[in-house]
Each structure stands twice: as structure tokens, then as C-alpha cells.
């Protein structure tokens, strides 16, 4: 199809994921704000114009799925209600192509902040190791990425617009290493990286939007990845 007019900065906002997540240094200017066995999330403690923008890194290894799996139920715009506890509601605007729709999704309210809402680009994306380099990762990536404006989305809403860059990043390991016709969900497992830049959009307490945030994230981690262990546990393999 003819290059959508976010084709650019989709590929952009990608490869800069892509980037970050091969290094994944996660260096002493990230506090572990939740560690509970595999998962572990961390924050950065940062402010715009006196709003609170903590960028959020959790690392999670998942038994059983692959990062295929998680990243198709994590990008799959019909299942989005069915695992994401804090949406009030989610609807589909727009297709660019069968891997990227803007997404237009209404928060529930955090009380005493203002309602949230979100509109956004979503791609799925396979970005096979280097042809050269067959040890080098393998990632599976989704990125909900914010965009200003569309024109099937509700003018005028009682909320704030919230502004997001959010990566779901995937390595799948098979253990013991074997060919691809003989592997059960016993030998594989999923190396999840989660990096969330979640502006507000407006005002809230500092206090209170760190206290949602170190409450809220583990939560849906785990919720999230619980779903997609459910979802595919009879089903064959997606790799
Ligand atoms: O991973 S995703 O792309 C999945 C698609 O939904 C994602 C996750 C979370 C958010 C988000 C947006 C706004 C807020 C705040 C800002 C002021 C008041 C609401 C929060 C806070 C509420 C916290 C939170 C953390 C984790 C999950 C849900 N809720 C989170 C957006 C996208």
C-alpha cells in the first residue's frame, strides 16, 4: 500500500526501540520499584513542566510462550479489553496496514485525577537477527506510539489526552536447542523487555501518579502475561 503519512516515523520510533533494547543496561540511574521472582520493574524519576514523566523499564522471563505470542496478544486490538484492567474502553480508528491501526482507548478514572484518554499508532513487528550474525537476537516488538490527532477520533471529551511511547520487546530461547518440529512449550521461554514514557498529558499530584504507577505496572504485567500463558497453553506454538 502507498507509505501512510506516519510510515516514516513509525520505522524511526521502531529502529530506537530496537536499539535500546540490545543494550538494556539498566544502570544505577533505574530504582527497582518492584521485584517479584522473575519480574522486575524499574523507574526513572523525571518531570516536565512540574508533571510527573517517570519512564517505566520492566524485564520478565515467561515460561511456555514465545515472544511471538506475547506480542500478537499484547498488539491485537480485539483482545486489548479482555487482559488490560485499567481501560474503560478501546476501539480500532484506522488501518494503515494488517500490522499498524491507530487505537483510540479511554482510561478509568484515577481518583483525583482527571479522566485519561489515549490515541495511537500500534505495530506489530518480527526484526530477525542480522543475516550474518545467526546468535545475534531475534526480537518481536509492538509500539503504541502517541499521534495528535485523527479524524474519526471523539473531538471535545471531558479527558486529558495522555501521551505515550510504549515497546513490548520479545526474545524467545528454546532449550535445549532442537529443530523446529519436535519443540513443546517445556523447552521455550519468553525474555520480555516493557518500556513505558507515559506523559499525562496535564497536571497530577506527583505523589499520587507514582503511587498508581508502582502499583498499577506490576499489576498489569503480570495480568498480561497470565493471559497470554491461558490463551495459548492448547494451542499450537507461535513462533
Ligand atoms: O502498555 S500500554 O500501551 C497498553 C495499552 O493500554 C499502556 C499502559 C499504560 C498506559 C497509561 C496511560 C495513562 C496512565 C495515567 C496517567 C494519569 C492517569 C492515568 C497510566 C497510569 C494509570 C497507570 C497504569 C499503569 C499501567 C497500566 C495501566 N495504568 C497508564 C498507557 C498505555
Redesign the pocket.
Known amino acids: 500500500s502507498p507509505k501512510h503519512k506516519y510510515y516514516k516515523e513509525i520505522n524511526e520510533v521502531i529502529a530506537e526501540h530496537i536499539k535500546y533494547a540490545a543494550k538494556l543496561d539498566i544502570d544505577n540511574t533505574w530504582e527497582l520499584i518492584h521485584d517479584e521472582g522473575e519480574m522486575k520493574v524499574f523507574k526513572r524519576e523525571m518531570e516536565e513542566d512540574g508533571m510527573v514523566v517517570d519512564p517505566l523499564k520492566a524485564v520478565h522471563t515467561v515460561k511456555g510462550i514465545t515472544g511471538h505470542e506475547v506480542c500478537h496478544y499484547?498488539w491485537n486490538p480485539d483482545v486489548?479489553m479482555e487482559w488490560?484492567?485499567?481501560?474503560e474502553s478501546?476501539q480500532v480508528l484506522d488501518w494503515f496496514s494488517e500490522d499498524t491501526c491507530v487505537c483510540y482507548?479511554i482510561?478509568k478514572k484515577?481518583w483525583p485525577?482527571t479522566q485519561?484518554e489515549?490515541l495511537?499508532w500500534?505495530q506489530i513487528r518480527h526484526v530477525p537477527n542480522e543475516d550474518e550474525d545467526e546468535d545475534g537476537p531475534d526480537y518481536w516488538i509492538v509500539c503504541?506510539y502517541s499521534i495528535p490527532d485523527h479524524d474519526k477520533c471523539p473531538e471535545k471529551t471531558k479527558n486529558?489526552r495522555?501521551i505515550?511511547n510504549?515497546a513490548?520487546i520479545c526474545e524467545t530461547v528454546v532449550e535445549p536447542p532442537q529443530s523446529d518440529r519436535n519443540i513443546t512449550r517445556e523447552n521455550i521461554t519468553c525474555k520480555i523487555q516493557?518500556h513505558?514514557n507515559?506523559n499525562?498529558?496535564g497536571w497530577?499530584p506527583a505523589s499520587v501518579?507514582r503511587a498508581?504507577?508502582k502499583r498499577?505496572?506490576p499489576?498489569?504485567l503480570k495480568r498480561f502475561t497470565q493471559y497470554v500463558m491461558d490463551q495459548t497453553k492448547d494451542k499450537p506454538i507461535m513462533f
Do not use: C, D, S, W
Request: zero cysteines; charged letters at 15%.
Open positions: 499484547f486489548r488490560e484492567g485499567t481501560l478501546a482507548q482510561h484515577v485525577t485519561r489515549a495511537f500500534t503504541n486529558i495522555a505515550m510504549v513490548m516493557y513505558a507515559v499525562p498529558g497530577a501518579l498508581v504507577y498499577e505496572y499489576k498489569f
